[in-house]
Protein backbone atom coordinates (compact mmCIF):
# COMPACT_ATOMS: atom_id res chain seq x y z
CA UNK A 1 0.00 0.00 0.00
CA UNK A 2 1.70 3.45 -1.10
CA UNK A 3 1.92 6.07 1.27
CA UNK A 4 -0.51 9.02 1.27
CA UNK A 5 -1.28 12.53 2.68
CA UNK A 6 -4.64 12.28 2.99
CA UNK A 7 -7.06 15.92 3.93
CA UNK A 8 -10.44 15.85 3.53
CA UNK A 9 -10.88 14.95 -0.34
CA UNK A 10 -7.51 14.86 -1.60
CA UNK A 11 -4.60 12.44 -1.37
CA UNK A 12 -1.34 12.77 -2.50
CA UNK A 13 1.37 9.91 -2.58
CA UNK A 14 4.52 10.66 -1.05
CA UNK A 15 6.14 9.64 -4.16
CA UNK A 16 5.39 12.81 -5.64
CA UNK A 17 7.71 14.69 -3.46
CA UNK A 18 10.60 12.64 -4.44
CA UNK A 19 9.62 13.39 -8.34
CA UNK A 20 9.87 17.17 -7.41
CA UNK A 21 12.84 16.90 -5.63
CA UNK A 22 14.36 15.08 -8.77
CA UNK A 23 12.81 17.74 -10.49
CA UNK A 24 14.32 20.29 -8.54
CA UNK A 25 17.57 19.20 -8.58
CA UNK A 26 17.80 18.29 -12.12
CA UNK A 27 16.49 21.79 -13.32
CA UNK A 28 13.52 20.72 -14.62
CA UNK A 29 10.89 21.65 -12.09
CA UNK A 30 9.10 24.05 -14.36
CA UNK A 31 8.51 21.87 -16.89
CA UNK A 32 7.11 18.99 -14.31
CA UNK A 33 4.85 21.49 -12.51
CA UNK A 34 3.37 22.69 -16.05
CA UNK A 35 2.60 19.48 -16.93
CA UNK A 36 0.74 18.72 -13.29
CA UNK A 37 -1.46 21.59 -14.09
CA UNK A 38 -2.08 20.59 -17.57
CA UNK A 39 -3.24 17.08 -16.38
CA UNK A 40 -4.98 18.86 -13.47
CA UNK A 41 -7.03 21.06 -16.23
CA UNK A 42 -7.73 17.88 -17.90
CA UNK A 43 -9.30 16.18 -15.09
CA UNK A 44 -11.22 19.22 -13.95
CA UNK A 45 -13.25 18.78 -17.38
CA UNK A 46 -14.11 15.64 -15.96
CA UNK A 47 -15.15 16.70 -12.42
CA UNK A 48 -17.08 19.40 -13.52
CA UNK A 49 -18.69 17.59 -16.28
CA UNK A 50 -19.69 14.81 -13.61
CA UNK A 51 -21.37 17.47 -11.14
CA UNK A 52 -23.30 18.93 -14.29
CA UNK A 53 -24.99 15.27 -15.09
CA UNK A 54 -25.52 14.42 -11.47
CA UNK A 55 -22.57 12.72 -10.34
CA UNK A 56 -20.66 12.93 -7.62
CA UNK A 57 -16.69 13.21 -6.71
CA UNK A 58 -14.94 11.22 -4.24
CA UNK A 59 -11.46 12.42 -4.06
CA UNK A 60 -8.69 13.45 -6.29
CA UNK A 61 -5.21 11.78 -6.17
CA UNK A 62 -1.86 13.19 -7.40
CA UNK A 63 0.12 10.44 -8.70
CA UNK A 64 4.07 10.47 -9.40
CA UNK A 65 2.83 10.80 -13.23
CA UNK A 66 -0.42 12.19 -13.20
CA UNK A 67 -3.49 13.49 -10.98
CA UNK A 68 -7.07 11.21 -11.37
CA UNK A 69 -10.46 12.27 -10.34
CA UNK A 70 -12.46 9.26 -8.63
CA UNK A 71 -16.50 9.27 -8.75
CA UNK A 72 -18.26 8.66 -5.72
CA UNK A 73 -20.03 5.35 -7.70
CA UNK A 74 -18.23 2.66 -8.95
CA UNK A 75 -19.33 3.37 -12.66
CA UNK A 76 -22.28 5.36 -14.51
CA UNK A 77 -24.58 3.63 -14.95
CA UNK A 78 -26.00 5.46 -17.68
CA UNK A 79 -23.91 5.51 -20.63
CA UNK A 80 -24.27 8.02 -22.14
CA UNK A 81 -23.42 10.21 -19.43
CA UNK A 82 -20.38 8.26 -18.94
CA UNK A 83 -19.18 9.35 -22.97
CA UNK A 84 -19.98 13.18 -22.06
CA UNK A 85 -17.74 12.60 -19.04
CA UNK A 86 -14.86 10.96 -20.71
CA UNK A 87 -15.15 12.65 -23.72
CA UNK A 88 -15.07 16.22 -21.89
CA UNK A 89 -11.50 15.68 -20.96
CA UNK A 90 -9.70 15.46 -24.25
CA UNK A 91 -12.08 18.03 -25.63
CA UNK A 92 -11.11 20.46 -22.76
CA UNK A 93 -7.25 19.44 -23.28
CA UNK A 94 -7.79 20.04 -27.17
CA UNK A 95 -9.61 23.62 -26.33
CA UNK A 96 -6.67 24.40 -23.76
CA UNK A 97 -4.19 23.92 -26.77
CA UNK A 98 -6.45 25.44 -29.08
CA UNK A 99 -6.31 28.65 -26.84
CA UNK A 100 -2.75 28.72 -26.21
CA UNK A 101 -2.12 28.55 -29.87
CA UNK A 102 -4.59 31.22 -30.42
CA UNK A 103 -2.97 33.84 -27.23
CA UNK A 104 0.70 32.74 -28.44
CA UNK A 105 1.69 30.71 -25.15
CA UNK A 106 4.64 28.68 -25.06
CA UNK A 107 4.99 25.45 -27.49
CA UNK A 108 5.64 23.38 -24.16
CA UNK A 109 1.76 24.09 -23.13
CA UNK A 110 0.54 23.52 -26.77
CA UNK A 111 2.56 19.96 -26.97
CA UNK A 112 1.42 19.28 -23.50
CA UNK A 113 -2.32 19.75 -24.12
CA UNK A 114 -2.38 18.70 -27.04
CA UNK A 115 -0.43 14.93 -26.17
CA UNK A 116 -3.03 14.83 -23.45
CA UNK A 117 -5.42 15.02 -25.79
CA UNK A 118 -4.46 12.88 -28.01
CA UNK A 119 -2.99 10.17 -25.85
CA UNK A 120 -6.65 9.67 -24.07
CA UNK A 121 -8.71 9.30 -27.57
CA UNK A 122 -6.79 6.10 -27.53
CA UNK A 123 -9.67 3.59 -27.33
CA UNK A 124 -7.88 1.31 -24.45
CA UNK A 125 -8.73 1.62 -21.07
CA UNK A 126 -7.94 3.15 -18.75
CA UNK A 127 -8.30 6.36 -21.09
CA UNK A 128 -10.77 8.28 -21.90
CA UNK A 129 -11.19 6.88 -25.15
CA UNK A 130 -11.48 3.26 -24.13
CA UNK A 131 -14.35 4.02 -21.71
CA UNK A 132 -15.88 6.03 -24.74
CA UNK A 133 -15.94 2.63 -26.59
CA UNK A 134 -16.92 0.58 -23.91
CA UNK A 135 -20.14 2.93 -22.97
CA UNK A 136 -21.12 2.55 -26.77
CA UNK A 137 -20.67 -0.79 -27.22
CA UNK A 138 -22.66 -1.48 -23.87
CA UNK A 139 -25.86 -0.03 -25.49
CA UNK A 140 -26.14 -2.26 -28.19
CA UNK A 141 -24.11 -5.58 -26.55
CA UNK A 142 -24.29 -5.33 -23.05
CA UNK A 143 -21.93 -4.55 -20.12
CA UNK A 144 -20.13 -7.48 -20.15
CA UNK A 145 -19.77 -8.59 -24.02
CA UNK A 146 -18.43 -4.53 -24.28
CA UNK A 147 -16.06 -4.74 -21.73
CA UNK A 148 -14.56 -8.01 -23.06
CA UNK A 149 -13.88 -6.41 -26.57
CA UNK A 150 -12.51 -3.11 -24.92
CA UNK A 151 -10.08 -4.90 -22.86
CA UNK A 152 -9.08 -6.89 -26.42
CA UNK A 153 -8.57 -3.54 -27.59
CA UNK A 154 -6.38 -2.82 -24.34
CA UNK A 155 -4.15 -5.43 -25.19
CA UNK A 156 -3.73 -4.52 -28.80
CA UNK A 157 -2.59 -1.02 -28.19
CA UNK A 158 -0.26 -1.92 -24.93
CA UNK A 159 0.98 -4.22 -27.01
CA UNK A 160 1.86 -2.34 -30.42
CA UNK A 161 3.23 1.14 -27.80
CA UNK A 162 5.62 -1.15 -26.26
CA UNK A 163 6.83 -2.27 -29.51
CA UNK A 164 6.94 0.65 -30.77
CA UNK A 165 8.60 2.46 -28.10
CA UNK A 166 11.03 0.16 -27.61
CA UNK A 167 11.64 0.79 -31.29
CA UNK A 168 12.18 4.36 -30.91
CA UNK A 169 14.71 3.94 -28.34
CA UNK A 170 16.68 1.92 -30.35
CA UNK A 171 16.69 3.78 -32.56
CA UNK A 172 16.35 7.28 -31.64
CA UNK A 173 18.57 6.41 -28.31
CA UNK A 174 15.35 8.68 -26.27
CA UNK A 175 12.59 9.37 -25.76
CA UNK A 176 10.40 6.81 -23.26
CA UNK A 177 7.13 7.82 -23.43
CA UNK A 178 5.84 5.04 -25.86
CA UNK A 179 7.17 2.70 -23.49
CA UNK A 180 5.85 3.92 -20.37
CA UNK A 181 2.21 4.74 -21.56
CA UNK A 182 2.31 1.12 -23.13
CA UNK A 183 3.49 -0.34 -20.05
CA UNK A 184 0.57 1.60 -18.17
CA UNK A 185 -1.65 -0.11 -20.37
CA UNK A 186 -0.70 -3.27 -19.68
CA UNK A 187 -0.36 -3.04 -15.98
CA UNK A 188 -3.90 -1.40 -15.76
CA UNK A 189 -5.38 -4.44 -17.40
CA UNK A 190 -5.63 -6.58 -14.37
CA UNK A 191 -7.05 -3.15 -12.22
CA UNK A 192 -9.54 -2.85 -14.91
CA UNK A 193 -10.69 -6.62 -14.59
CA UNK A 194 -11.00 -6.58 -11.03
CA UNK A 195 -13.67 -3.58 -11.49
CA UNK A 196 -15.51 -5.47 -13.98
CA UNK A 197 -15.62 -8.36 -12.03
CA UNK A 198 -17.24 -5.56 -8.99
CA UNK A 199 -19.52 -4.02 -11.72
CA UNK A 200 -20.67 -7.58 -12.83
CA UNK A 201 -20.97 -9.10 -9.57
CA UNK A 202 -22.75 -5.75 -7.87
CA UNK A 203 -25.49 -5.46 -10.76
CA UNK A 204 -26.17 -9.33 -10.17
CA UNK A 205 -27.20 -9.11 -6.58
CA UNK A 206 -28.96 -6.03 -7.19
CA UNK A 207 -31.03 -7.45 -9.97
CA UNK A 208 -34.34 -7.45 -8.11
CA UNK A 209 -34.11 -3.82 -7.19
CA UNK A 210 -33.48 -2.44 -11.07
CA UNK A 211 -37.65 -2.79 -10.73
CA UNK A 212 -38.65 -3.30 -7.33
CA UNK A 213 -38.39 0.28 -6.75
CA UNK A 214 -41.28 1.41 -8.52
CA UNK A 215 -39.02 2.91 -11.11
CA UNK A 216 -39.86 2.34 -15.27
CA UNK A 217 -36.88 0.32 -16.47
CA UNK A 218 -35.86 -0.24 -19.87
CA UNK A 219 -35.76 -3.79 -21.26
CA UNK A 220 -33.95 -5.54 -23.72
CA UNK A 221 -34.55 -8.67 -25.06
CA UNK A 222 -31.65 -11.93 -25.62
CA UNK A 223 -32.52 -14.33 -27.30
CA UNK A 224 -31.14 -17.88 -26.96
CA UNK A 225 -31.38 -21.50 -28.21
CA UNK A 226 -32.89 -23.72 -25.48
CA UNK A 227 -30.26 -26.42 -26.06
CA UNK A 228 -27.60 -23.53 -25.18
CA UNK A 229 -25.87 -23.39 -21.78
CA UNK A 230 -28.35 -21.08 -19.97
CA UNK A 231 -24.93 -19.08 -18.20
CA UNK A 232 -24.23 -17.52 -21.85
CA UNK A 233 -26.77 -15.17 -21.39
CA UNK A 234 -25.15 -13.84 -18.61
CA UNK A 235 -22.49 -12.31 -20.42
CA UNK A 236 -25.02 -10.37 -22.12
CA UNK A 237 -26.65 -8.35 -18.88
CA UNK A 238 -26.18 -4.91 -18.35
CA UNK A 239 -26.76 -2.32 -15.37
CA UNK A 240 -28.44 0.28 -17.61
CA UNK A 241 -31.61 -2.25 -18.67
CA UNK A 242 -33.21 -5.21 -17.60
CA UNK A 243 -33.31 -7.97 -19.52
CA UNK A 244 -35.84 -10.34 -20.69
CA UNK A 245 -34.73 -13.78 -21.89
CA UNK A 246 -36.66 -15.54 -24.59
CA UNK A 247 -35.82 -19.27 -24.81
CA UNK A 248 -36.38 -20.53 -28.26
CA UNK A 249 -36.29 -24.42 -29.35
CA UNK A 250 -34.87 -26.05 -32.94
CA UNK A 251 -38.18 -24.67 -34.64
CA UNK A 252 -37.63 -21.20 -34.28
CA UNK A 253 -40.84 -21.43 -31.55
CA UNK A 254 -40.69 -19.41 -28.09
CA UNK A 255 -40.68 -21.68 -25.62
CA UNK A 256 -40.63 -19.50 -23.12
CA UNK A 257 -39.22 -16.06 -21.40
CA UNK A 258 -37.55 -15.17 -17.95
CA UNK A 259 -36.99 -12.41 -16.83
CA UNK A 260 -32.69 -11.61 -15.97
CA UNK A 261 -33.52 -12.33 -12.59
CA UNK A 262 -35.35 -15.67 -12.68
CA UNK A 263 -32.03 -16.33 -15.06
CA UNK A 264 -30.11 -15.46 -12.06
CA UNK A 265 -31.90 -17.78 -9.55
CA UNK A 266 -32.12 -20.81 -11.59
CA UNK A 267 -28.25 -20.81 -12.27
CA UNK A 268 -27.92 -20.16 -8.36
CA UNK A 269 -30.54 -23.08 -7.45
CA UNK A 270 -30.14 -25.62 -10.81
CA UNK A 271 -25.80 -25.22 -11.18
CA UNK A 272 -24.57 -23.04 -13.89
CA UNK A 273 -24.55 -26.13 -16.34
CA UNK A 274 -28.05 -25.79 -16.47
CA UNK A 275 -29.27 -25.87 -20.46
CA UNK A 276 -31.72 -22.64 -21.08
CA UNK A 277 -34.21 -24.69 -21.61
CA UNK A 278 -34.64 -26.28 -18.37
CA UNK A 279 -35.25 -22.58 -16.95
CA UNK A 280 -38.51 -22.90 -18.36
CA UNK A 281 -39.89 -25.38 -16.12
CA UNK A 282 -40.70 -24.11 -12.48
CA UNK A 283 -42.08 -26.80 -10.96
Not at 37 to 44: D, I, N, S
Not at 247 to 265: A, D, K, Y
Request: proline share 2%; with cysteine; charged share 15%.
Amino acid sequence: MPLLIKFKRFEIHLSVFLLLLFALLFNFIYYISLVYAVVFLHELAHAFTAALLGVKIDRLEVLPFGITIHLKCAYIKKPLHEIIIAAAGPFGSALLAFVCVKFNFSSFLIISNAAVALINCIPALPLDGGRILRAILTESWGYVKAFNFTLKMTKLFSVFLLVLGAAIIYYTKFNFSLLIIGAFLAVNIIAERRGSRYVIMNEILKSKQKISNGCAERAAVIAISADEPARKALKLLSHNKYYLITVINSNMEIIGTVTETQLIEQLVFKGIRIKAKEMIDFG
